[in-house]
Each structure stands twice: as C-alpha cells, then as structure tokens.
C-alpha cells in the first residue's frame, strides 16, 4: 500500500465508502485505543517490516467528484481518494488554470491536502476553496481556506482526523493548459527516478539549499545500502532495487541526516512519513 513498495504486513485495513462508515472508524479506533491511519496511494509514505496493528483506512472508495461553474470559476468537489490524475483529466478537457503545475504528483486529493503537496511554485493550499474534516471524535467540520493554517509541507491535518473532501477552486484560462502539464510531465521523467519504486522526495528542502544537493554534497548519489539506495538520478529520492528493506532504508536515512549535520550544520527534516 505504498509506491516504494518496503514494508510488512498491515493487521487490518478498512475501506470506507461513506461519511457514516468514516464517522463509525473514527470512533471505534478512539475506544479501541489504537493510532488511527489514513492511506491515500502511499506516495509520500514508508512502512516498517513485520506485522503493523494500526487501524489503516484508506481513501481507495472514496473517489466521488462533481464539478460546478459560477462564470469564470470551476469548483471541483472531490473525495478525498479521488487521484490528481482524474483531476488532470478534468483541467486538461475543460483547460481550466491553477492545477497545472501540480498535475505530475502522484496523489490523492486527500494525502495531497494533507501534506500541503506542491511543484514549481504551486501548493495546493493555493487552490483550495474548503476542506471537509472529520476530527478524531467523527464529527464533521467544514473549514474555509483562511481558517486553516498551511505552509510548506504541512498543515493541521497531519495531526489527527481524516479529511473527507475537498473544494477546489480553478478558472478558465487563455493558456494551452494540455501543453503546459505535457511539458511539466516530461521534466519529471528527466529528473526523477519513475523507473523505480520510490516515495518522492526524502527530505524537506531546507531555507538554503535543496535537500537533493546537500546530499549529493556528502556523497550520497548513487549510495546505496542492501537493496535501497538514493537515487543517482535525483539524491533526495530513495529508490527501492527489488526486495528493500525498511532497515536498509532507515540506515541510509540517518547516515544522510548525520552527514548533513556534521559537514553543513543543518539539520535535515523527513518529507516521508514512517509508520513503525
Ligand atoms: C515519484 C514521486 C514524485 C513526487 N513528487 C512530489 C512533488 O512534486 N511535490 C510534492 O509535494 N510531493 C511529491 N511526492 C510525494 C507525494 O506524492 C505527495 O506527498 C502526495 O501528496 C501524497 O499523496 P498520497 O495520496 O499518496 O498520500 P499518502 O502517502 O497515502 O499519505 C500521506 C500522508 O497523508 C495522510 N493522509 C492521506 N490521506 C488522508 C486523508 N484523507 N485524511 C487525513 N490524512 C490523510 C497519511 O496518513 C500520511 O501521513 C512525490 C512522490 C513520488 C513517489
């Protein structure tokens, strides 16, 4: 359940359909005690080898949409499992702006509103109109954009709940949007690694450098431990070569943020989430 395909088994993984369905695990993972996990397709996340007991629930059938004009605006409604890639399918056909130099991330909405997901100069915060979130008790809450706090790579909802759905707002626009994502989706598959299963960027960029250059400085290309290493192709990726191992993952992780520490003095913060 994750794109760099490293990781045991899940105990349990629930696949609700409904609000009901989404309110009834919510409150069964608080009486049971247990973390509660949301999954969308597991780009930006790693699990840990063996047997995880958490209560996973995935966004897989949660993929309603529908799209509503108001002159020049679009509002496009979606599930929090419904894919960028349908999103794209829907701005290219009806050649709407704002989304466009997201379209080559491979996200739900959901996974991508939670982790503020952005490309060349574009968050996604930067086009949501509203967000509606369950809180860790299942009740509903419908947030307008300038009620929720986002920056890069984060936002609120990292930390408990599960978001449901969310609004985006696009317009219609003068530009050849089609030309505009073909062109972002070829620089992606120059730059990075998409032969390989990987989890995207490791790394946050810190304030002064891009993570993939400092680890490249450290001499971290290309550096590989069993059957993981980052990617020559892009350091700030972790590639997995065939039968990965969460540990081989891990050590490369802390071998990258020891280097960084001692030969640049920054202190390099994880993109991926871990699930141990
Ligand atoms: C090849 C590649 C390229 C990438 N390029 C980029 C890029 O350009 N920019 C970028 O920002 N990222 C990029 N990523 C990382 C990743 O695609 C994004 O972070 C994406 O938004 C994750 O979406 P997901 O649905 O897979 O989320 P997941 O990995 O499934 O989840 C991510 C986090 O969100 C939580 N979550 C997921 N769904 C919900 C929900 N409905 N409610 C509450 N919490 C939820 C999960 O618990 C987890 O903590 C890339 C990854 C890959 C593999």
Sequence with gaps: MCTIR???RAKNVYFPSSQDEIRWLLIESLEKDKRFFPLGIGSNTVFSDGVIDLFFVSTRYLKRFNIKQKGKNYYIEAESGVSF???TDIVKKLNLEGFEHLSG???TVG????MNAGAYGTEISDIIEEVYWFNKEGNLRILK???INFSYRKSPFQKEGFVYKVVLKLSSSKKDIKSIIKK???ERNKKQPLNYPTAGSTFKNPPKYPAGYLLEKVGLKGYKIGNVAFSEKHANFLINLG???FKELKKLIEIAERRVGEMYHIKLEKEIQIVE
């Design 6 to 8: 490293i990781g045991g």
């Design 85 to 87: 890639k349908t999103i």
């Design 105 to 107: 991330i491979p996200a």
């Design 111 to 114: 996974g991508a509103t939670v």
């Design 145 to 147: 954009r300038d009620q």
């Design 184 to 186: 972002h989706l070829e």
């Design 243 to 245: 039968g990965g191992k």
